[in-house]
């Protein structure tokens, strides 16, 4: 769409207000609602706001920050309409006051990944499997961890708010121009996942943090709360994000669409086995996240690859597709951040030729140290700390995020690991209390 476009649509439709979206280097959603009549200045670059309060935007000189539009994000909020307040969304990147690209845009550290990765990765698109909780609120309306769903993979349940919640929101994704594959009820008593087709990997990045917004928001409206928390109960599945990447066309790949996987595609497989244990950090970026890698409900826990294994790192349903899935991200993370240390990853591996060993088979859990050892199969980081110390160790993927980023990220990483470290827990107590 042009801007002459937007502003015929958001009169046609009666928009009244407009969000100029953006997150923060957590991945957090942000944004500055204007009115109909600053549309126009908005598309023209022309909105500024203090990014003195953003997590990891700013040092002293940069407050002011500049929001440009993406216009190709452009979508009326369905469940706005008919309201008498129509809103409308702009997912923007940040500039710096003299018109720049500033550094600490998460949108933009993505930009510039994809870019970097264009010899090797030129028209590779990139597809997601979300998955998340739907749970009860109180009476006050505050999020509880309690469901009435009984319901397992697959089931369905005509009664059940939150089957009727995920299926309306599958069709406002639908409705604000995002292509969904398919949706359905997970493991989890409460888990539902929403799967989005292939697009381009900027665009898939902008579908991670619309489906946030959107199951938030028709979650409230069945009065229920989504979470994307990557752990919320101890003795249910954890929610996690899997990444489909679809790579181009390989000049090896077989001609009659079945057989051997392309070599480019095994590089690519090699290069984020070689890097997962740094990407994990950004990949899995809270405290809670390290609770759901474990050897259980199918979560990733080596570093390995496999074509049938579903708790694998790296996964291939068809090697006639070409088709790579990334399975140890969760949704908790910057998805900006996230997709560009998994290009930057998936780049290392084609440039260098990293070959990923043999696919396993069977299932990973029943591995045995002596096995690991003779394929050099690493365990990913146990908790944020850890992770955090490959992430230091890794140049790719450092580079990946750029200097500010990675700092940003880092410092704000550590800082609530030692929150985390402090804080006094439920189980301690019960542990502790009465026996010392």
Known sequence: MTKRDILRVAKEREVRLIRLSFVDILGISKNVTIPFSELERALEGKVTFDGGSIDGFVRGEEADMMLLPD???????PWTIGSGAVEARLIC??????????????RTTLRRAIEDARDVLAGARAGLEVEFYLFELTADGLPTTTTSDVGSYFDIDESDRGEAARIEIATTLEAMGLSVASAHHEHGAGQHEIDLNDAAILNTADGLITTRTVAKHVAARHRLHATFMPKPLETLAGSG???YFTLAPATDAPADGAGELAEETLFAIGGLLEH?????????PTVNSYKRLVAAWDAPIYTVWSYRSANSLVRVPSPAGQRIEVRSADPSCNPYLALA??????AHGMRSHILPGDPLMGSTYELNDRERETRRIRMLPKSLRQALGELDKDPIVRGALGDHVYHAFRDAKLAEYERYRRAVHPWEREAYLRVY
């Open 341 to 346: 240390v998994l290009v930057a990853s998936i």
């Open 276 to 284: 997962a244990p740094a990407f994990t950090a950004v990949c899995n």
């Open 71 to 77: 216009l190709a994000t452009f979508s009326v909020y």
């Open 93 to 106: 990147d940040i500039a710096t006051p003299d018109g720049e690209a500033f550094e600490g845009c998460p």
């Open 241 to 243: 994000v899997h990444v």
